[in-house]
């Protein structure tokens, strides 16, 4: 399966019911399965001596069925109370803050931890005071106007069309 086309998500639980109890960040993958008509069952890839298998064609009409696996890619586990997560744009980070137990002198010290989506601790930082709330820096969807896009949907053919072919050219004679 194509990871691109494969989904994320993470889920937080509690270890127990108190508010002193750790939280505990899973972080998931969701595969799509072969989808398989419902009355032919799922479809078996090898055989013996590794040569594909054919199986009878029965009912054309029948229901195809889409499955999919839930893979558990990573598991954190933090003492910040009230933890929050929070997603990037695109999907690429996700990042866990909370308050920090509070000690004598100190009040409500956050921690910030950032991870990869697939759960990869990438970078924590302990201990941050006065910190209410974390947003992720706010990107374009689009660096180009629609005007500009509109007119490169046009002429990108005229403008690119040579180079491109020049670049086939020069890689076709090397293979």
């Known amino acids: 399966a194509d990871l691109l086309d494969d989904e994320a998500f993470v889920t937080m639980e509690k270890d127990g019911a108190f508010a002193s109890a750790k ?24 055989g013996k001596a590794g040569k594909q298998l054919e199986l009878k064609k029965t009912n054309k009409m029948a229901a195809e069925v889409v499955s999919f696996e839930f893979k558990k890619t990573a598991r954190h586990e933090t003492t910040d109370q009230m933890p929050k997560g929070t997603w990037d744009k695109f999907g690429r ?15 409500e010290l956050r921690n910030i931890k950032i ?3 697939f759960g990869q601790p990438l970078q924590s930082l302990e201990k941050i005071a006065n910190l209410g709330q974390f947003a992720f820096r706010p990107r374009p969807d689009d660096i180009l106007s ?13 403008k690119y069309g040579k180079i491109y072919r020049e670049e086939e050219i020069k890689e076709r004679q090397m293979i």
């Not at 939280?23 to 090898?46: C, D, F, H, V």
């Not at 996700?94 to 009040?107: A, E, T």
Request: charged share 25%.
């Open 93 to 107: 980070f996700f990042v866990s803050h909370g308050l920090k137990k509070p000690g004598l002198l100190d009040k």
């Open 23 to 46: 939280s505990i960040w899973n972080w998931y993958l969701i595969e799509e399965q072969q989808p398989y008509l419902a009355a032919e069952g799922p479809k078996p890839t090898l």
């Open 115 to 117: 991870y990869s989506m």
């Open 146 to 158: 629609n005007k500009e896009i509109k007119t490169l949907q046009k002429d990108y053919r005229k």
